[in-house]
């Protein structure tokens, strides 16, 4: 799979094919963007802001790339525990605004994950 390619099966599952599974799996999160959080922190292995240039889509490498694509489909298939990874994103975000003279962070558009 070419780069362009990748990032179009990584916008699909994040963007559309998560979402729309969500309600009727009982996921904690329902969100493109919530997911797309979760994926890219889990990838970064921290607030993924901190670690990839916006838009991530455009800024990871190669292996992040992979690495997204591989999560989202073991999110799909159940192979991860979300709600687990979902926690751990939002324990990452407390502890990087708790070190922060700023406690809001601003809000993030689809379109600039």
């Avoid at 073991?74 to 979300?82: A, K, P, T």
């Amino acid at each position: 799979m070419n780069t362009s390619e990748a990032i179009a099966r990584y916008l699909t599952l994040t963007r559309e094919t998560l979402p729309e599974v969500a309600a009727d799996r009982g996921w904690p999160i329902r969100n493109d963007h919530c997911f797309q959080r979760v994926v890219l922190d889990t990838v970064s292995g921290g607030v993924w802001y901190d670690h990839i240039a916006r838009p991530a889509y455009r800024h990871m490498t190669a292996d992040q790339l992979g690495r997204a694509i591989a999560l989202s489909e073991d999110i799909l298939s159940g192979d991860v525990d979300l709600d687990a990874l979902n926690a751990r994103s939002i324990a990452l975000r407390r502890a990087r605004n708790s070190s922060r003279p700023c406690p809001a962070e601003p809000l993030q558009k689809t379109l600039d994950v």
